[in-house]
């Protein structure tokens, strides 16, 4: 019989982030899919009440009012589904506890950041920054356990 070794706090961390995230992910992606034109409205009530807060609140309503057409709620609804999917996936793997899965989930988010870090450039904006880091920082965790780890047997349990 082996002894599982308890996972390290970081892990624990991310996986309990990937599961919280998901759901509220998914939970978006239903509303922007089932409901888009409620959406919509709710949206355009907001820009109204951003507009009656003075001048920050102005300028930021007049930036999601330039942005607000029914395809950003479609393409949105389209990204959400695809995020809160992975990152279910994601947080299975890490679950899993298999040294392999570490490393999928390491790839997969690796081959994001980049391309994260050329949309953040082109369109900044700190929750896409936020997104970026958070991102990167999970990579780079993953990447240090994984080389802490050794060269151990892909197939043993973590």
């Known amino acids: 019989m082996t002894l599982r070794k308890p996972r390290p706090a970081g892990?624990?961390?991310?996986?309990?982030?990937?599961?919280?995230?998901?759901?509220?992910?998914?939970g978006l992606a239903v509303w922007l899919t089932a409901a888009p034109h409620s959406t919509y409205d709710f949206l355009q009530a907001l820009v109204r009440?951003?507009?009656?807060?003075?001048?920050?609140?102005?300028?930021?309503?007049?930036?999601?009012?330039?942005?607000?057409?029914?395809?950003?709620?479609?393409?949105?609804?389209?990204l959400a589904w695809l995020d809160g999917v992975s990152t279910a996936i994601e947080g299975g793997l890490l679950l899993s506890g298999w040294r392999w899965a570490q490393w999928l989930v390491i790839v997969e988010l690796g081959c994001l950041v980049p391309i994260g870090g050329v949309y953040w450039v082109l369109h900044p904006g700190p929750g896409k920054l936020i997104a970026l880091l958070v991102n990167a920082a999970i990579v780079a965790y993953l990447v240090w356990q994984r080389l802490r780890e050794g060269k151990a047997n892909s197939n043993e349990k973590v």
């Not at 951003?50 to 389209?78: F, K, P, Y």
């Open 49 to 78: 009440v951003l507009d009656a807060a003075g001048t920050t609140g102005i300028r930021l309503g007049s930036a999601i009012q330039g942005e607000l057409t029914q395809d950003l709620i479609t393409g949105g609804a389209i």
């Open 11 to 26: 892990l624990k961390l991310i996986v309990t982030y990937k599961f919280v995230k998901s759901p509220l992910v998914l």
